[in-house]
């Protein structure tokens, strides 16, 4: 499956951002879909994950209340609403698919990555 993240951009702490990321190739349907994101200098972390069907998901600590993850299997896309955002959520935030449609939260549970979109927030 090949996956396409788009939506970042500049935006002012406490403002709004969608991500977005669609996938093409495979069936999208059966998989676990999550976003992860590195800030410079700072490793890969977990954003949030999605079930494929999207009855489950599950956030960071960092991010709960304030992110939405959500899907439409019938647009093969995966979003992420960012609201509330802080100058520490700047990063480039990566879209990653499960074959095993489970809820992985580290990095290596995912097979498939999309290029990245970059997030900055200024204070």
């Known amino acids: 499956v090949q996956l396409q993240a788009s939506g970042g951009g500049l935006v002012q702490a406490g403002g709004s951002l969608r991500l977005s990321c669609a996938a093409s190739?495979?069936?999208?349907?059966?998989?676990?879909m999550g976003w992860f994101r590195q800030a410079p200098g700072k490793e890969r972390e977990f954003v949030a994950v999605?079930?494929?069907?999207?009855?489950?998901?599950y956030y960071a600590d960092s991010v709960k209340g304030r992110f939405t993850i959500s899907r439409d299997n019938a647009k093969n896309t995966v979003y992420l609403q960012m609201n509330s955002l802080k100058p520490e959520d700047t990063a480039v935030y990566y879209c990653?698919?499960?074959?095993?449609?489970?809820?992985?939260?580290?990095?290596?549970?995912?097979?498939?990555w999309g290029q990245g979109t970059q997030v900055t927030v200024s204070s």
């Open positions: 990653a698919a499960d074959r095993d449609g489970a809820m992985g939260v580290t990095i290596r549970k995912y097979e498939y």
């Open positions: 190739g495979r069936t999208f349907s059966g998989y676990g």
């Open positions: 999605i079930s494929w069907d999207g009855g489950r998901t």
